[in-house]
């Protein structure tokens, strides 16, 4: 349970400074700011596609927490001491997902009744299967896009490469994610022919989380 | 490879294209429903099955480099991407013109199309992370890992059309469908145009991978002058 600790220690670290929770947190503030000139945030099609909004929200947000993950242990050189240290590369790598999972999240369900109040979306009566589609996109996004963040850790343009790479290739879990959020912000519940999308994240998920931790190890070692 | 040989597979290569598109316009009746706009099909289907080669190749290139550390799979593995995102925007391309014909729009938003596209935009972001690491074996190795990863996107983009109702044509040929949906001898037009793009396509990897080697060469002999 070592990746425990690395998270706790990520976690630890982020609340100390708060540098991209706040970030994040701002931008996705902004970004539901800015679609609300997009389109007539009154009207009643707004339903029809808040999923997409939400998760685009999300996803741009996710962008700025992954691409600290490992980012952050760039000064001191503490990236190497990590790698050096006896932690396994696959606990290491599980723990900063796990970090990077738990500040998503906590962004998300911030932004959730936020933008329940600015697009006037009811979500109450849908929160908890709700929170079952989150944890899944959520968990698919941070594995991806930590393990791009490792990839991406030494590149002086990682900023940019990170989303670049991240975005077309989480399009699986954000897409299925997109759809049932808006069945269930639509107020219907998810079933029949909507269940493949819902089979498609959990296989998202189920992947690319044994093919990171497959292929960490030979990101880290140098 | 030498010169000779690849010049003799290339050659080889475009008489059998000259004689598929000779086939192909004189020869080969027009569709029943879609009219002589289906012939394009003969360079769509093929450029996607001949990209997927591409594809494949590079996964198992990548995984091989991963196993042995030799930097000649990071080179056939960057070439094949290469060669199969030309391949891949022909398939995009000819979809394009061929929807623009049938539904009356240039582009529609259904799932395997969308997926080509995805698996395009990839394949590119691939290409991009190589351009940004100066390192070659932390190249190698970083790119390596993302062409595993790519790959499942090639994957989604092949089912896309059993997963999803779509727009796009179903599968018709006898290898996937277990019957024969279209006329044998357009099938075997198909196939042959297949294999002629498949050996254009061995030919620009084979000459993208000599200029690889070329490449190599000379940075190391830039960093013996620099040494001296």
Same mark, same amino acid.
């Given at each position: 349970?070592?990746?425990?600790?690395?998270?706790?220690?990520?976690?630890?670290?982020?609340?100390?400074?708060?540098?991209?929770?706040?970030?994040?947190?701002?931008?996705?503030?902004?970004?539901?700011?800015?679609?609300?000139?997009?389109?007539?945030?009154?009207?009643?099609?707004?339903?029809?596609?808040?999923?997409?909004?939400?998760?685009?929200?999300?996803?741009?947000?996710?962008?700025?927490?992954?691409?600290?993950?490992?980012?952050?242990?760039?000064?001191?050189?503490?990236?190497?001491?990590?790698?050096?240290?006896?932690?396994?590369?696959?606990? %290491?790598?599980? *723990?900063?997902? +796990?970090?990077?999972?738990? @500040?998503? /999240? &906590?962004?998300?369900?911030?932004? =959730?009744?936020?933008?329940?109040?600015?697009?006037?979306?009811?979500?109450?009566?849908?929160?908890?299967?709700?929170?079952?589609?989150?944890?899944?996109?959520?968990?698919?996004?941070?594995?991806?896009?930590?393990?791009?963040?490792?990839?991406?850790?030494?590149?002086?343009?990682?900023?940019?490469?990170?989303?670049?790479?991240?975005?077309?290739?989480?399009?699986?879990?954000?897409?299925?994610?997109?759809?049932?959020?808006?069945?269930?912000?639509?107020?219907?519940?998810?079933?029949?022919?909507?269940?493949?999308?819902?089979? %498609?994240?959990? *296989?998202?998920? +189920?992947?690319?989380?044994? @093919?990171? /931790? &497959?292929?960490?190890?030979?990101? =880290?070692?140098? | 490879?030498?010169?000779?040989?690849?010049?003799?597979?290339?050659?080889?290569?475009?008489?059998?294209?000259?004689?598929?598109?000779?086939?192909?316009?004189?020869?080969?009746?027009?569709?029943?429903?879609?009219?002589?706009?289906?012939?394009?099909?003969?360079?769509?289907?093929?450029?996607?099955?001949?990209?997927?080669?591409?594809?494949?190749?590079?996964?198992?290139?990548?995984?091989?480099?991963?196993?042995?550390?030799?930097?000649?799979?990071?080179?056939?593995?960057?070439?094949?991407?290469?060669?199969?995102?030309?391949?891949?925007?022909?398939?995009?391309?000819?979809?394009?013109?061929?929807?623009?014909?049938?539904?009356?729009?240039?582009?529609?938003?259904?799932?395997?199309?969308?997926?080509?596209?995805?698996?395009?935009?990839?394949?590119?972001?691939?290409?991009?992370?190589?351009?940004?690491?100066?390192?070659?074996?932390?190249?190698?190795?970083?790119?390596?890992?993302?062409?595993?990863?790519?790959?499942?996107?090639?994957?989604?983009?092949?089912?896309?059309?059993?997963?999803?109702?779509?727009?796009?044509?179903?599968?018709?040929?006898?290898?996937?469908?277990?019957?024969?949906?279209?006329?044998?001898?357009?099938?075997?037009?198909?196939?042959?145009?297949?294999?002629?793009?498949?050996?254009?396509?061995?030919?620009?990897?084979?000459?993208?991978?000599?200029?690889?080697?070329?490449?190599?060469?000379?940075?190391?002999?830039?960093?013996?002058?620099?040494?001296?």
């Amino acid at each position: 349970m070592i990746f425990l600790q690395v998270a706790a220690k990520d976690l630890r670290s982020e609340l100390r400074t708060k540098e991209s929770l706040n970030a994040s947190l701002s931008f996705a503030v902004v970004i539901l700011l800015l679609f609300s000139f997009a389109f007539d945030p009154s009207g009643e099609a707004v339903a029809e596609f808040s999923g997409g909004l939400l998760w685009l929200v999300f996803a741009f947000a996710g962008a700025l927490i992954l691409n600290r993950s490992f980012a952050r242990e760039l000064p001191n050189d503490c990236l190497e001491v990590l790698i050096a240290s006896p932690v396994s590369g696959a606990q %290491l790598f599980l *723990g900063k997902s +796990v970090a990077s999972f738990v @500040l998503l /999240l &906590a962004i998300e369900l911030i932004c =959730l009744p936020i933008f329940g109040i600015f697009y006037n979306i009811t979500w109450t009566p849908k929160f908890w299967p709700l929170l079952g589609i989150f944890l899944l996109g959520t968990w698919g996004m941070t594995i991806l896009g930590t393990l791009f963040s490792a990839l991406t850790v030494n590149l002086s343009l990682r900023e940019l490469m990170l989303p670049m790479l991240l975005y077309p290739m989480m399009i699986p879990a954000l897409m299925s994610a997109m759809r049932l959020t808006t069945i269930l912000l639509s107020g219907n519940d998810i079933g029949g022919d909507d269940l493949v999308w819902l089979r %498609l994240l959990i *296989g998202f998920d +189920v992947v690319f989380t044994t @093919l990171a /931790l &497959a292929l960490v190890e030979t990101i =880290l070692v140098r | 490879m030498g010169k000779n040989i690849r010049l003799g597979i290339g050659a080889l290569a475009g008489l059998l294209l000259l004689r598929n598109l000779y086939v192909i316009l004189f020869n080969l009746p027009d569709e029943m429903e879609q009219g002589p706009i289906y012939r394009i099909f003969y360079y769509h289907l093929p450029a996607y099955f001949t990209a997927m080669c591409c594809y494949m190749t590079a996964l198992v290139a990548s995984v091989l480099y991963l196993t042995k550390r030799n930097l000649r799979y990071d080179a056939i593995a960057m070439s094949a991407t290469e060669v199969g995102l030309a391949f891949a925007a022909v398939n995009l391309i000819t979809g394009m013109i061929w929807g623009r014909v049938i539904w009356g729009i240039w582009w529609a938003w259904d799932a395997r199309l969308t997926w080509a596209l995805i698996c395009w935009l990839v394949y590119f972001g691939y290409l991009m992370l190589r351009q940004a690491i100066d390192d070659p074996s932390e190249r190698a190795k970083n790119s390596a890992v993302l062409s595993i990863f790519s790959f499942v996107s090639v994957a989604i983009t092949y089912k896309a059309i059993e997963w999803w109702r779509t727009q796009h044509p179903g599968p018709v040929l006898s290898f996937r469908t277990g019957q024969q949906l279209i006329d044998p001898e357009m099938e075997r037009m198909l196939y042959t145009n297949f294999f002629a793009l498949l050996l254009l396509a061995f030919v620009m990897v084979t000459v993208r991978l000599n200029q690889e080697n070329l490449q190599r060469q000379i940075d190391g002999l830039r960093r013996r002058a620099h040494a001296l």
